[in-house]
């Protein structure tokens, strides 16, 4: 895209032109003046609803419980929502052409809906869709658009209004391909960064309202090169559907898994902001409920780890685990050695594999078969033992007839009768020696044991890399007991599918509460009836009746959505959105699918930054196993971040680097050229005062060191006062020293980049970490090298 022309409304002079501004300020102030007396009584509203609960009424203890339930939902989830968008409540407004039928309508846009006493809409939540036109008209298209407006706020105070206008006669073509809102969001990008994303509903452009408003189903991947604004846009769309899809997505949740907790913070500030509260954030590594492993493995490991042949591998670990052994199996209890021979054994194990169940659960079978092979054994020796003595009597000519007789009938009916056999293996169970004997040949088994013991035994991960095709996996040998790390939340997740939790017990304990449930629900669902739906949120879409009993029925505080997907491994998500998707490996993409059994994602990413070693090269090698020729791919092309001088310094990289890539377009022009500095690592802190005081005073700027791992420590060393990694707390402080891995989807005023030409050896594929850090800042680039600038580089900074 090229820097087009906006088309600015041009007055006939001056003057006039002042007072007719002025005179349209002093009107939308009034309006929206009104839209925040209307957002004030909203809240008190919400806040008295939350205070004083609902209207004593009849109906019984349980119906005053489940009611009062219902209210403090519907009032606490409102007044969250009220008070996230006192900052730019309304940021614009779309007045249609008038027609045949009379004037046009004029809607004013927000970041939610208000209506008036009369119920009549005065304010369209910016995901409805009679907004819509408000992000997709252009000049060359404005549909049934007259004119539309950005009305730009400073807390209630309306500071200035930008105006399009789509009929004017006499637009010439160059005006008419201006692009969405140009004067407003460039002035939006030139603001500097506070560290803290923030949302950009009033600024959203054409390429990415596609994105945003998407439909649910399917995947859908945006690919997109730095800054062009895939973050927020996957932010934006999580919003949009949840507000279109609020029916299926507020009782299923939508998971976002962004690549570290620093990043989610980050962007945690923004959702709230957006009205929502239900979604779950995650990183890969916390995706294992209970865990939230950091620790990284070196690349060769993270490859193994995150090869789907990981899978076959852990397969035939549980598999390793299920043991019949090959001399039979002999126990000595009560003065007896207990045998099942060697067949029995190996029959036992496969009519329990055989079952296709989890291991714990088919453990029970393997163990029930087991006692009962012990018992009959048992009673076999018993009677040869109980037949010596009666050996005795049998004369020449055998037993005596009366004897024989007894003899017949017992062998005619079963050695034991069917409680006989429930009381001699509940006693066998009893014993702890049969216990422990059994437990080694089919162990019950959590998904942590399972992995530590097979990287703690080099022999079984040999063997058994071998059998699944994955040579080389010695290499994953450590010792018991080292923290968990990020590529091995997807083992864990996989391992817990593959063993299951024998959770019999647990499930007789939720039917008899089930039924204990209906009955509440029926009560809950009446309550919702009585209650009826409020102007902004209908209430019955909040929660559903069964799941309001659900909520409630025991008692303790209600749970939201989020808190309980959180907390289940097994939990079903209306929709995923996966962020830096390029960086998860085949076993994380298991993981995650396993999350959405619709197949309802938005793979959010870019091929070219692919850093991990184990991630993605195409789109396609991640996601055609699971949605064979049925993604689809929207791209993003214009970079909102880094203005063009530094973008041209990052495409040098890039078009190394990956080569079939186009690099996304700037739409910023301005900012000082970027600069290279041979400069020894001593000499940083004079560079990096320098920086912060070209902030100037007052000024939010941050900056960020992004150094290669090589310098990291000599970086750290010279600059002791400065944030260390990607912490929450470093995002606030004015400098942070980073590599190029932690630096990957945040942004900086000012980049300070050191040792370019260790950055470049120390990608795995060459090139990514440099182009990562080149596209962070998003306004200064400085590159620091020890006189080793690589010729990559030099090219563009010289013309710079
Ligand atoms: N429509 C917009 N209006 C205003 N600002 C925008 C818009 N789109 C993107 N931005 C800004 O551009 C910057 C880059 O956006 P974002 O971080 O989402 O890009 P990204 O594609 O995820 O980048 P990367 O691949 O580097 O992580 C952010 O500061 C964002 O607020």
Redesign the pocket.
């Known amino acids: 895209m090229g820097h087009r022309q906006a088309a600015p409304v041009k007055p006939a002079g001056a003057e006039a032109g002042e007072a007719a501004r002025r005179a349209a300020v002093r009107t939308e102030q009034e309006y929206v003046t009104r839209l925040y007396e209307r957002l004030d009584e909203e809240r008190a509203k919400a806040e008295t609803a939350l205070r004083e609960g609902p209207a004593a009424g009849g109906g019984g203890v349980l119906q005053a419980r489940v009611e009062s339930a219902v209210a403090t939902d519907e009032a606490a989830r409102r007044l969250a929502r009220l008070s996230g968008v006192e900052e730019g409540l309304c940021f614009g407004r779309i007045d249609h052409r008038a027609d045949a039928d009379g004037p046009g309508d004029t809607f004013y846009i927000g970041r939610i809906g208000l209506r008036d006493e009369e119920h009549e809409p005065i304010l369209i939540d910016w995901r409805a869709a009679a907004a819509r036109p408000f992000y997709t008209a252009t000049p060359g298209a404005p549909g049934t658009l007259a004119r539309r407006r950005h009305l730009h706020l400073r807390h209630r105070e309306v500071l200035r209004l930008d105006d399009e206008v789509f009929d004017l006669e006499g637009l010439d073509e160059a005006e008419r391909r201006g692009i969405v809102g140009e004067a407003a969001?460039l002035a939006?990008?030139r603001r500097g960064?506070t560290g803290r994303?923030?949302d950009?509903v009033a600024?959203?452009?054409e390429e990415?309202d596609q994105v945003i408003r998407s439909g649910l189903q399917g995947v859908l991947v945006v690919q997109?090169?730095?800054?062009?604004?895939?973050?927020?846009?996957a932010l934006h769309r999580a919003a949009y559907l949840l507000y279109t899809h609020r029916d299926v997505l507020e009782r299923r949740g939508v998971l976002i898994v962004g690549p570290n907790a620093t990043f989610l913070r980050y962007i945690e500030q923004v959702l709230p902001g957006l009205g929502e509260t239900d979604v779950v954030l995650a990183t890969v590594g916390e995706l294992h409920p209970g865990l939230k492993a950091t620790a990284r493995d070196t690349p060769e490991v993270a490859v193994l780890k995150g090869d789907r042949r990981m899978a076959d591998l852990l397969r035939a670990a549980v598999h390793d685990r299920q043991r019949a052994p090959s001399g039979g199996f002999r126990i000595d209890t009560d003065g007896l050695t207990l045998v099942v021979d060697a067949e029995k054994c190996e029959q036992i194990r496969d009519r329990a594999r055989d079952l296709h169940l989890p291991h714990n659960v088919q453990r029970r079978r393997f163990v029930h078969d087991m006692l009962e092979a012990l018992a009959v054994n048992r009673a076999e020796q018993y009677e040869r033992i109980m037949d010596e003595p009666l050996e005795q009597l049998a004369g020449p000519g055998g037993y005596p007839a009366w004897l024989q007789e007894l003899l017949d009938e017992a062998e005619d009916g079963p050695l034991l009768d069917e409680t006989d056999l429930r009381l001699a293996k509940e006693a066998l169970w009893q014993e702890p020696a049969v216990r422990k004997a059994l437990d080694e040949l089919w162990p019950e088994l959590t998904p942590e044991r399972l992995l530590t013991d097979l990287f703690a035994s080099p022999d079984a991960l040999d063997r058994l890399g071998a059998e699944a095709g994955l040579p080389g996996c010695a290499l994953l040998h450590r010792p018991a007991g080292s923290p968990w790390t990020v590529p091995d939340v997807p083992l864990l997740d996989e391992a817990a599918e593959l063993l299951g939790v024998d959770d019999s017990a647990e499930k007789a304990r939720r039917r008899a509460a089930d039924a204990a449930r209906a009955e509440e629900a029926r009560y809950a669902a009446e309550v919702m009836q009585s209650t009826g739906g409020t102007n902004m949120i209908p209430i019955g879409d909040l929660i559903s009746a069964s799941e309001l009993a659900e909520r409630h029925g025991d008692g303790g505080p209600p749970l939201t959505t989020a808190q309980r997907a959180m907390a289940d491994r097994q939990w079903a998500y209306g929709h995923v959105i996966v962020?830096?998707a390029q960086e998860l490996s085949e076993m994380a993409w298991r993981t995650v699918m396993r999350r959405v059994p619709t197949r309802s994602l938005t793979v959010?990413g870019?091929i070219a930054?692919t850093g991990s070693a184990a991630g993605a090269a195409t789109w396609g090698q991640m996601l055609d196993r699971y949605v064979p020729g049925r993604w689809r791919e929207q791209r993003?092309m214009v970079n909102?971040?880094t203005p063009a001088a530094i973008m041209r310094v990052a495409s040098d990289v890039l078009a190394a680097v990956a080569p079939d890539q186009t690099p996304p377009e700037p739409v910023r022009d301005d900012g000082p050229p970027p600069r290279a500095v041979a400069l020894p690592v001593d000499a940083l802190p004079g560079l990096v005062r320098d920086e912060l005081a070209g902030f100037g005073d007052g000024d939010e700027g941050r900056l960020a060191v992004i150094t290669s791992a090589a310098r990291h420590a000599s970086v750290l060393a010279v600059l002791p006062d400065a944030a260390v990694g990607a912490t929450p707390e470093a995002l606030d402080s004015p400098t942070v020293v980073l590599t190029a891995e932690e630096a990957?989807?945040l942004?900086f005023d000012s980049v300070v980049v050191v040792d370019p030409a260790g950055m470049l050896a120390e990608s795995p594929k060459g090139g990514q970490d440099l182009y990562?850090a080149l596209?962070?800042p998003?306004r200064r680039l400085t590159i620091v090298h020890n006189n080793d600038l690589p010729p990559l580089l030099s090219g563009s900074l010289a013309a710079g």
């Open positions: 969001l939006t990008l960064r994303m923030s950009v600024t959203i452009q990415q997109g090169g730095p800054g062009t604004g895939k973050t927020v846009a962020d830096e959010v870019d930054q993003l909102y971040r990957k989807g942004e990562v596209t962070r998003t």
